[in-house]
C-alpha cells in the first residue's frame, strides 16, 4: 500500500468510526418508530413519505457509507475520491428528485424551514461531497476536512429531519382510523 495515499485518512478513523456509529443506530431508531406507528392510518400519502421520509434514512445511509469509504484501507487516494465522487454525485441527484417529490405531492404544503432542511441544505451536502472528492488528491487535508463536515451536516439533517418527523406525529400529523359508522 501507498503510505502517502493512506497517512491523510489515519487521523480521521476516530471522527468516523463515531458519526458512522451515530448514524447507523439512528438509522435504527428510524424504523423503530416507523413501526412503532404502524397502527397509525397516515394522514398523508406514500409521495409524503417519499418527499419527507425516506429522505432521512437516505442522509443516514450517506453518512455511514461516508464514514466506510473513508475506513476502508485504500491503495490511492484517487480511488478514495473516486468512490467518494459517486456518492456525491448520486446525493445531488436523489435531492433533486426529492425537490420533485416535495413538489408533486399534495398533502402537505412545504414551508421555508422545510425547504432548507428537507431540500437545500442536503444538496448543498451532496455537492460539497462531490466537490471534495474531485479535489482530495491535490488538496488531502482540506478536502478531508470538507468531507468531514459533510458528513456531520448530513447526519445533523437526518437528525433534524427524525425529529421534525417525530414531532409532526406527536402534534396530530397522524391519525388513527376511524371505525366505519353502522
Same mark, same amino acid.
Given at each position: 500500500m501507498?503510505?502517502?495515499?493512506?497517512?491523510p485518512?489515519v487521523?480521521?478513523?476516530n471522527?468516523?468510526?463515531?458519526?458512522g456509529?451515530? /448514524?447507523?443506530?439512528l438509522t435504527g431508531?428510524q424504523? &423503530? @418508530?416507523?413501526a412503532?406507528? *404502524?397502527?397509525i392510518?397516515v $394522514?398523508?400519502s406514500?409521495r409524503?413519505?417519499?418527499?419527507?421520509?425516506?429522505?432521512?434514512?437516505v442522509?443516514?445511509?450517506?453518512?455511514l457509507?461516508?464514514s466506510?469509504?473513508?475506513?476502508?484501507?485504500?491503495?490511492?487516494?484517487?480511488?478514495?475520491?473516486? /468512490?467518494?465522487?459517486?456518492?456525491g454525485?448520486?446525493? &445531488? @441527484?436523489y435531492?433533486?428528485? *426529492?425537490?420533485?417529490r416535495? $413538489?408533486?405531492q399534495k398533502g402537505y404544503r412545504p414551508?421555508l424551514?422545510?425547504?432548507?432542511?428537507?431540500a437545500?441544505?442536503?444538496?448543498?451536502?451532496?455537492?460539497?461531497?462531490?466537490i471534495a472528492?474531485?479535489?482530495?488528491q491535490?488538496?488531502?487535508?482540506?478536502a478531508?476536512f470538507v468531507i468531514?463536515?459533510?458528513?456531520?451536516?448530513?447526519?445533523f439533517?437526518?437528525?433534524?429531519?427524525a425529529?421534525?418527523?417525530?414531532?409532526?406525529i406527536a402534534?396530530g400529523?397522524?391519525?388513527?382510523?376511524?371505525?366505519?359508522?353502522?
Amino acid at each position: 500500500m501507498e503510505e502517502g495515499a493512506r497517512l491523510p485518512l489515519v487521523g480521521w478513523q476516530n471522527f468516523y468510526v463515531i458519526i458512522g456509529s451515530s /448514524a447507523a443506530a439512528l438509522t435504527g431508531l428510524q424504523f &423503530v @418508530v416507523i413501526a412503532l406507528i *404502524t397502527e397509525i392510518r397516515v $394522514r398523508s400519502s406514500s409521495r409524503q413519505i417519499d418527499a419527507f421520509g425516506t429522505p432521512t434514512i437516505v442522509h443516514f445511509c450517506g453518512v455511514l457509507l461516508v464514514s466506510a469509504v473513508i475506513s476502508a484501507p485504500w491503495l490511492r487516494l484517487s480511488s478514495v475520491g473516486l /468512490a467518494l465522487g459517486v456518492c456525491g454525485a448520486a446525493g &445531488v @441527484v436523489y435531492g433533486v428528485v *426529492t425537490v420533485r417529490r416535495a $413538489r408533486l405531492q399534495k398533502g402537505y404544503r412545504p414551508v421555508l424551514e422545510d425547504w432548507l432542511w428537507h431540500a437545500i441544505f442536503p444538496l448543498i451536502a451532496y455537492a460539497l461531497l462531490l466537490i471534495a472528492a474531485v479535489l482530495l488528491q491535490s488538496y488531502p487535508q482540506r478536502a478531508l476536512f470538507v468531507i468531514g463536515a459533510t458528513a456531520l451536516l448530513l447526519l445533523f439533517i437526518g437528525i433534524h429531519n427524525a425529529w421534525d418527523t417525530v414531532t409532526y406525529i406527536a402534534v396530530g400529523g397522524l391519525q388513527k382510523p376511524k371505525k366505519p359508522k353502522a
